[in-house]
């Protein structure tokens, strides 16, 4: 391959052409991330780079050396490439109402019957994407915590509201972070304190603000998200990871609220045994 380095691609359609312009003269190795990553573009956003290689049968050293060779300085650029397509793939509801409608799937009962199928596969994903010792660590951080603060906006916000209504149930102290009025809440999570956040791709702007705040006062943050790439892990966070199934790109939150409820009442039996 060339080793003088042009600056790297700046869309996705410049990168697939730069690809198919150097294929013949890439290594092996170089070639192999080549195929996997043009055939497979969606993992691409929501894959670590060891997740990543592992599925190209590479290792991670050739999956950072093919980013190199493109231009880019590490995987997180190349990578932020996919994730702006990744988030463009979800269209706004008049156009997912009017794909549904010219797919002959609008009526009340095939919908109905979509939903619960998409519903039940995303509950048994669930019990593969939930890592129980990660789980354990959660409910651990939880249920230590003086005031657990919840923030989860846009359709996340059924979730976090939900948990709120859960934990004054069981007299678990905590804070529900709305929005509303645009205000800024952050400043009432103090020492000793934890945060549960829920955001999902394309992660809320609003979340991934207050996550990176929390954090950088050193309170921990569990987080229920979708990708252990996306924007929360990169400040650490305990993620528990839920992916739910769509219908013409509509979004159920049936595997989310089976996570959340179990998590709620672990915390709150967690905390009565002290």
């Known amino acids: 391959m060339d080793q003088t380095v042009a600056p790297p691609p700046e869309t996705l359609e410049a990168l697939f052409q730069l690809l198919a312009e150097r294929a013949g003269t890439m290594p092996r190795r170089l070639r192999q991330c080549a195929d996997f ?23 991670p050293s050739a999956l950072m050396r093919f980013c190199q060779e493109l231009g880019f300085p590490g995987f997180s650029a190349m990578q932020r490439l996919f994730r702006d397509e990744y988030a463009r793939k979800w269209p706004d509801y008049s156009t997912r109402l009017q794909n549904l409608r010219s797919a002959g799937e609008s009526r009340p009962e095939v919908l109905l019957a979509e939903f619960v199928e998409a519903g039940r596969a995303s509950l048994e994903k669930l019990m593969t994407t939930v890592d129980p010792t990660t789980l354990d660590r959660a409910v651990d951080t939880l249920a230590a915590a003086s005031v657990l603060h919840l923030v989860g906006y846009r359709r996340s916000y059924p979730i976090a509201s939900y948990l709120a209504y859960a934990f004054e149930k069981m007299a678990v102290p905590c804070v529900l972070h709305s929005g509303v009025g645009q205000l800024a809440t952050g400043h009432a999570v103090r020492p000793g ?31 229920i998200t979708d990708s252990l790439s996306g924007e929360l892990q990169r400040h650490e966070v305990t993620p528990l990871l839920v992916s739910e199934v769509d219908v013409g790109a509509f979004r159920a939150l049936s595997a989310t609220f089976a996570l959340a409820i179990a998590l709620a009442v672990a915390v709150g039996a967690r905390r009565d045994a002290g």
């Open 37 to 59: 990553i043009v055939a497979n573009p969606d993992r691409v956003a929501v894959s670590t780079v060891a997740e990543l290689a592992a599925a190209a049968d590479v290792q």
């Open 193 to 223: 304190d934890a945060v549960l956040a829920i955001s999902f791709a394309p992660y809320s702007t609003e979340t991934v603000a207050f996550v990176a705040a929390a954090r950088a006062a050193g309170t921990p943050v569990v987080a």
